[in-house]
């Protein structure tokens, strides 16, 4: 009789952790940035029907990266969830915080007990009446959160995003600018050095990321006065993302 080759917990942690991480890694980013009259969801996604992004409840987005899937059970799993707590108790007890909990735990016992862990990164994004009050909660395929301050980029070249965003990102900014930011950290990896008499200006569009390769969706903050309606979720056509990306883009 063979005997079984040993694997201590903690090697068996260390690979399937690397396992998921080098799925996610295999995806493009997503951006997900508050401004001034909401919070905008961008995410490279050429696309058309299979979204990156989507509608959880009344001022809930949702964004992810990695396996298609995965994260469109647990997107679907989401909005079942914020459906019957807020059909059975009230539509304010519905929150990101509760909804990223629930995602952090759904996670973590995959990871911990399955064969295989979900190779995916979530996003859970609720918009308040004031851009402080925003809340971005982050969810990693082992089922750890973390709350966001202003901005999150996952998947892809996630650390490379984010230090362009951080050097872009300022609060209180209108739409327009905030998509330009998000485009611009985007693409910031995939953009190879260029001369000084070359460079463009910080808020222009880099070439080859424009509004037929971007999936963009905003939180509106002001959605009853603007929209008369308590869903706040709007997703962007590519007409509507190229009036608001700066007039030398390359479409």
Known sequence: MSAQFYVSPEQMMKDRAD???KGIARGKSVVVMSYADGIALVAEN???TLHKIGEIYDRIGFAAVGKYNEFESLRQAGVRYADVRGYSYDRADVSA???ASVYAQSLGTVFTTEQKPFEVEL???EVSDAQIHDHIF???????????S????MGGQAENVAAKLAELWVPETDIAQALAWAVTALQSPHQAPVADAERTESNA???GLGAATLEVAVL????KEIRGTHRTFRRLSAADVATFLPSNRQD
């Open 46 to 48: 050429v696309s058309p």
């Open 220 to 223: 509106e903050r002001n959605a």
């Open 205 to 207: 569009v880099p070439l």
């Open 138 to 148: 982050r969810i990693n395929f082992d089922g750890s959160i973390s709350e966001e």
């Open 19 to 21: 396992f998921a991480r």
């Open 97 to 99: 915080r509760g909804l």
């Open 123 to 125: 996003a859970v994004a």
């Open 150 to 153: 202003g901005y999150l980029c």
